[in-house]
């Protein structure tokens, strides 16, 4: 018997298989069988022919649905079965994690205010405003000058000793 001789024999007893568990007549061990097989690498095979491997893909489709409505059913029954039992103490842990959450979305926000006020920010942060005679300046240049202006007529001296001949003249005071 050649390979493909086998392979037509497997197609029969797989695609018979396939059709039994459509119609919900396979035992548990060879609905298990049959999900071996449709999760191997085997069933792909392009000797089986193109209805035989669409019919395993449809199974390979089916069950993983099954699996999947399976696992969902069995966590609600599981919550089902905690709430039901008012005496047992409840796990924190749902409470716990939302407060998580709550913190970090409320931080996220924070940080996404802070960032779009950056954003948003004028890079003209220096505001030259001066008042003379009840008229308002705001021409950088005018006010500069009138700075330097008054410095020169209360003969200011700016110098980076000035602090520390302050500080001496106070504790000399102290003496």
Known sequence: MDKKEIIIKQAAFWTSLSER????ELTDEEEAA???FVA????????FGESALALFDE???MMSLTTVGRM???RQNQKLA???LPTQRRFKIPLSATAIRWVAGIAAAAVVVFAMSRWF???DDDIYVASVNGEVITDKEKVLTLMHDSWDNIDFQPSANEVEQQMTEMFDGLE
């Open 40 to 47: 191997s690498e085997m069933s792909a095979d392009p000797l």
């Open 121 to 123: 920010q004028t890079d």
């Open 59 to 61: 199974v390979r489709a």
């Open 72 to 74: 969902a059913s069995s």
């Open 34 to 36: 049959l999900m071996r």
């Open 82 to 84: 905690v709430k039901e």
């Open 21 to 24: 568990y459509f119609e919900a």
